[in-house]
């Protein structure tokens, strides 16, 4: 499998036009393979840019943990408030806005990942109503 995807990532992305790519730091030892692979076949250079990997601390983020609450009925839905899911955050009453300060104020940094407790973000969203608010 990862033979064949690192081989044709670079072209599909350059091939369909990707100008600029995001992905986890996870990949970044194959970022000159990436590139040659597009040198080589002679198609557009794509610049990648790089995040560290959000983990909450105590928190489940995968979907294959999520979907056995969900399916055992221990909540109501993906948009259960109680979801560390973007639609149950929202329910929750989170803004866009705040989130995506808060996720930008942690995976922007070069660390291999960054561990974060799930209340850090409700403490933030507060901060943020507190700072926007009219």
């Not at 990532?9 to 730091?25: I, K, M, N």
């Not at 999520?66 to 221990?74: A, I, W, Y």
């Given at each position: 499998?990862?033979?064949?995807?690192?081989?044709?990532?670079?072209?599909?992305?350059?091939?369909?036009?990707?100008?600029?790519?995001?992905?986890?730091?996870?990949?970044?030892?194959?970022?000159?393979?990436?590139?040659?692979?597009?040198?080589?076949?002679?198609?557009?250079?794509?610049?990648?840019?790089?995040?560290?990997?959000?983990?909450?601390?105590?928190?489940a983020l995968?979907?294959?943990?999520?979907?056995?609450?969900?399916?055992?009925?221990?909540?109501?839905?993906?948009?259960?408030?109680?979801?560390?899911?973007?639609?149950?955050?929202?329910?929750?009453?989170?803004?866009?806005?705040?989130?995506?300060?808060?996720?930008?104020e942690q995976?922007?940094?070069?660390?291999?990942?960054?561990?974060i407790l799930?209340?850090?973000?409700?403490?933030?969203?507060?901060?943020?109503?507190?700072?926007?608010?009219?």
């Open positions: 499998m990862y033979p064949t995807y690192d081989f044709a990532s670079p072209f599909v992305d350059a091939l369909e036009g990707v100008t600029h790519a995001l992905r986890s730091d996870e990949y970044r030892d194959r970022d000159a393979q990436y590139h040659w692979i597009q040198e080589d076949m002679g198609v557009g250079r794509v610049e990648i840019f790089e995040f560290s990997k959000l983990n909450m601390v105590y928190t995968s979907k294959s943990k999520l979907s056995v609450f969900v399916q055992n009925g221990t909540v109501d839905g993906w948009d259960d408030p109680r979801m560390p899911t973007l639609q149950g955050m929202l329910r929750r009453g989170l803004k866009i806005e705040a989130l995506t300060q808060f996720i930008l995976v922007l940094f070069p660390c291999p990942t960054s561990f799930f209340a850090r973000l409700t403490a933030d969203k507060i901060n943020f109503v507190q700072n926007h608010l009219i």
